[in-house]
């Protein structure tokens, strides 16, 4: 398991297509990483990097830390910012600096 604060933007990007469950909420939702963008500057290791996720039309989550489990890197803490509404649901941000 691989934590998500330590992971670099190409390992991100491998993961784009994949989804979380949101193991915080009830009921369960799931967010599908739709979208994996490198940012200018961070003082991370594995460069800062903005995620997108793509989650339901309801329930809409407000901006929190939510506990998240994937399939292959396990359970994740990410704070999730909601930044659009869209056919297909909300979509939120997940930044790492």
Excluded: K, N
């Amino acid at each position: 398991m691989t934590d998500f604060s330590t992971m670099t933007v190409d390992e991100f990007t491998a993961l784009q297509g994949s989804a979380c469950t949101v193991a915080s909420v009830q009921p369960q939702i799931e967010l599908t990483l739709i979208e994996v963008q490198r940012l200018s500057s961070g003082l991370r290791e594995g460069g800062a990097v903005s995620l997108l996720w793509q989650g339901p039309g309801e329930p809409a989550l407000p901006q929190a830390t939510y506990a998240l489990t994937h399939e292959t890197h396990g359970a994740q803490e990410l704070f999730l910012v909601p930044v659009a509404r869209v056919d297909a649901g909300y979509q939120y941000e997940a930044i790492f600096t």
